[in-house]
């Protein structure tokens, strides 16, 4: 008996939680069966409708290599736990790490690690402001750093007078947000008062994109200036990485149309690094993907002022960290470390994180709303395409793209500038989607 006890031991095998696998969930798979890890999918649900065309089903995620998928029902942490304890007796695991691979997982992947027993996780007295854009701007206020002028209200009433105390009414525009929101969801930039009224009706008491009831909305002041989304890795108190910085292109309607890898070490967006770094750290980014979306304005050739948009304590979206291991000629596996930085093990960094190729990614948009009767999109002739994904398809209702969820789908391109440049232009010059009724090209 004795010696059953050490063979049993012997053979327990060690594995992660990936928890709502959304966010390049197929690499860290793979990442993880090279590290001989098994690998435990959970799922969140219910979720919103617009949503669930990002999810895979759970036959994508047992034929990529998943071993167990789970569904974590009504958001239930005790019985999320309670069946990841009760599978790692059945199956002889160790769970190292719970790894958040989507914004509705923030909430839950501390408080699930906490409840594991696992040494490595984020500090559970932060992890609202981890998540709710509210209790994140307090949190790096409290912090000594910058925050854009913002306030809570719980009723449309309350907006003229909570404009009036923030001292707004003479700085149009003005930014109406849910808390709780990502990837540019239910982000309103507002003109008027009317505006704002507008938007923050369409938020309170309405379902946010994560599944819950929204029961206040923000009100903030409009920072200008040119947006970028820092990329970092963390690896316990003050370890802070920064492993790709992403500069934002939006149309005149304020909506985005590309993003752009710049260099880290580029002595242009010295401050925005160092200021996401701080940032992160406040709202206690330690272990594990993080990215601090920033705006700053340039000032002889510098980036300064910087202002925090909000922070994702995440893998970023955008296949952002498989676009930089592309742009770095494949001499860096983030997924590896990501598991490694969540496992508590010192991930394995390159000696810099300079890129060797220029990336780009292209969104598409909708210009209005229908019935798609056929979209049209020419790839043929483009040398650095790297990736597309294409989310619309013949007979879908959509509405017009208002943030990056509500897009008709998306391109990634690597290589020289000029030829990323000249295939940006000649994939949207071939981009056309049909409404039923009427047919328009969308603008480029």
């Not at 034929?63 to 998928?69: N, Q, Y």
């Not at 594990?288 to 920033?294: D, F, K, P, T």
């Amino acid at each position: 008996m004795i010696w059953s006890f050490f063979v049993a031991f012997a053979l327990k095998m060690n594995a992660i939680v990936l928890l709502d696998p959304v966010t390049e969930w197929g690499p860290v798979v793979q990442a993880a069966k090279q590290k001989n890890l098994v690998a435990i999918a959970v799922q969140l649900s219910p979720i919103e409708d617009r949503m669930k065309k990002f999810l895979p089903t759970p036959e994508a995620l047992k034929e990529a290599g998943v071993d167990h998928v789970l569904d974590l029902q009504d958001r239930d942490c005790y019985n999320c736990v309670y069946t990841l304890q009760l599978l790692q007796l059945e199956e002889n695991l160790s769970i190292q790490a719970v790894i958040p691979l989507a914004e509705t997982a923030v909430d839950y992947s501390d408080v699930i690690g906490a409840m594991l027993g696992l040494a490595h996780h984020n500090p559970l007295h932060l992890a609202t402001s981890r998540r709710d854009k509210g209790f994140m701007k307090e949190t790096v206020q409290k912090a000594g750093i910058r925050v854009a002028t913002f306030a809570r209200i719980q009723k449309v009433s309350e907006i003229e007078n909570c404009i009036q105390q923030l001292q707004l009414d003479d700085d149009w525009p003005i930014v109406v947000k849910t808390p709780q929101g990502f990837s540019s969801t239910d982000v309103y930039i507002c003109e008027s008062l009317n505006d704002a009224k507008l938007a923050a009706a369409n938020i309170l008491d309405s379902v946010g994109p994560e599944g819950r009831r929204v029961s206040h909305a923000l009100i903030e002041k409009y920072i200008g200036g040119t947006e970028f989304a820092v990329n970092l890795m963390a690896f316990g108190e003050g370890n802070l990485t920064v492993t790709d910085v992403w500069k934002y292109v939006k149309t005149d309607k304020a909506r985005y149309s590309q993003a752009e890898n710049c260099d880290p070490n580029d002595a242009a967006l010295k401050h925005v690094v160092e200021y996401s770094k701080r940032v992160a750290q406040a709202v206690g980014l330690r272990y594990g993907a993080g990215h601090v979306e920033v705006k700053a304005t340039r000032d002889d050739g510098i980036y300064v002022d910087p202002c925090m948009m909000e922070v994702g304590a995440r893998l970023s979206g955008g296949r952002k960290a498989t676009m930089t291991q592309a742009a770095m000629g494949g001499s860096w596996d983030p997924f590896s470390a990501l598991i490694d930085s969540h496992s508590g093990v010192l991930p394995s960094f390159p000696p810099s994180f300079t890129p060797k190729s220029f990336v780009r990614h292209l969104f598409l948009p909708i210009e209005s709303a229908g019935c798609i009767e056929e979209v049209q999109l020419d790839v043929t002739a483009l040398t650095t395409l790297h990736s597309r994904a294409m989310i619309v398809k013949k007979g879908d209702v959509v509405k017009e793209t208002t943030d990056i969820t509500s897009c008709a789908g998306f391109l990634w391109f690597v290589g020289d500038k000029k030829d990323v440049a000249k295939d940006t232009e000649r994939a949207l010059s071939t981009f056309l989607i049909t409404m039923t009724g009427a047919s328009r090209l969308l603008e480029k």
